[in-house]
Every structure is written in C-alpha cells, then in structure tokens.
C-alpha cells in the first residue's frame, strides 16, 4: 500500500510540472532525484506517456502537457492536501 502511496505522488507531482510549463523525460528524472526519488528512463516514460496530449517539438524531445482531467486531478489532490494538513498537524496548534 505504500508503494502504490509513493507512486501515486510521483504520478501527481509530474501532473504538477505539466501544468505549469511543457515537460520532459529526464527533466523529470532530476526533478525527482531532487526530491530523493531515483528514477529510471524505463519507469518515468511510460507515466509520462499517460498524459494524452503531446507535443513534438524538434526530433529530440517529447513535450506533455496536461488535460482538462489532468487540471481537474490536480484541483481535487488540493482538497486532499488541505484534509492531510489537518490531520498531520493538528496537535501543533
């Protein structure tokens, strides 16, 4: 269970990067090594190939961007955050 936990936070923080601006593989890749995640090529392509809209910009790289669904995922994953504050920190007050 906090395996899949762990991934559905990876699949949710490369849905936040898209938002923001047009987003690669290995970008992604040192993205979550920032984080403390060591990802391979082989495991973040196939999360990135989910998003459903593409971009080829160039013959190098393939650019995704999120959805309408993608934006609506990350609108509800807020409300998750907001209850998950609530509940860690509610003896801090």
């Known amino acids: 269970m906090l395996r899949d936990f762990f991934l ?6 490369r849905l936040y990067h898209a938002s923001k601006e047009p987003i690669y ?4 890749i040192e993205e979550l090594k920032n984080h403390g995640y060591d990802m391979s090529s082989r495991t ?13 910009c160039g013959r ?4 995704y961007t999120t959805t309408e669904s993608g934006n609506n ?5 807020r409300q998750i955050r907001e209850l998950a504050e609530e509940v860690l920190y509610e003896n801090k007050e």
């Not at 593989?25 to 992604?28: N, V």
Request: aromatic share 12%; glycine share 6%; no cysteine.
């Open 8 to 13: 559905g936070t990876i699949k949710i923080h």
């Open 25 to 28: 593989g290995s970008y992604m």
């Open 44 to 56: 973040i392509y196939p999360t990135l190939h989910q998003l459903e809209e593409k971009v080829v």
């Open 60 to 63: 190098i790289r393939m650019y």
């Open 73 to 77: 995922l990350l609108r509800a994953w």
